[in-house]
């Protein structure tokens, strides 16, 4: 059972959860996060979803997202959802996301994160993740129009990829 905390419009929590799956009361809202993980060849880390997963089954997907669980931040929420279907570790402590979308349930804080991964070496959840590449925007566009990947709007993923390098993306360097 997954509780979430629940939220004002104005973003407060309201000192109430709520299991996942519930019907939510009128003006509540819960918090959902989302990572897109960029590389210096202006790709993104783009996960396929595992075919017997509920919802988007067998869909590709951007990097990363989920619900915050009842007492998460939105960054402890985010590094959870990282670390568990890909088995990336970031710090994201003191990172603001870069945007949030607003939608009929709750709140989607979104993080861009420039970072040189080698996807031979995450840890997929099989629960989740099928499998991760890197893909090009062409890519993900492609994907979009042959309904293989989850129907975002086309401007919102070239949304993330015009804004990545922009103030609120997270830059990491790699000392290898």
């Given at each position: 059972m997954e509780?979430?905390?629940?939220?004002?419009?104005d973003r407060t929590k309201t000192n109430k959860t709520m299991i996942r799956g519930d019907e939510f009361e009128n003006d509540s809202y819960h918090l959902v996060v989302h990572a897109c993980i960029f590389n210096s060849k202006n790709e993104m880390l783009i996960q396929q979803r595992q075919p017997f997963k509920s919802g988007w089954s067998n869909?590709?997907?951007?990097?990363?997202?989920?619900?915050?669980?009842?007492?998460?931040?939105?960054?402890r929420a985010i590094e959870r959802e990282l670390f568990e279907e890909i088995g990336l570790e970031i710090d994201?402590?003191?990172?603001?996301?870069?945007?949030?979308?607003?939608?009929?349930?709750?709140?989607?804080?979104v993080y861009l994160i420039e970072k040189e991964v080698d996807t031979e070496k995450l840890k997929l959840q099989y629960e989740e993740v099928q499998r991760v590449k890197w893909s090009s925007i062409d890519e993900i566009y492609q994907k979009i129009d042959e309904g293989t990947f989850i129907p975002y709007y086309k401007s919102f993923i070239q949304l993330l990829f015009d804004i990545r390098k922009q103030y609120g993306c997270q830059q990491t360097v790699d000392h290898q």
């Open positions: 509780l979430w905390d629940v939220y004002h419009s869909m590709w997907d951007i990097t990363v997202g989920g619900s915050a669980v009842s007492g998460e931040s939105s960054q994201l402590q003191n990172i603001r996301p870069h945007l949030t979308i607003n939608f009929d349930q709750g709140f989607d804080d």
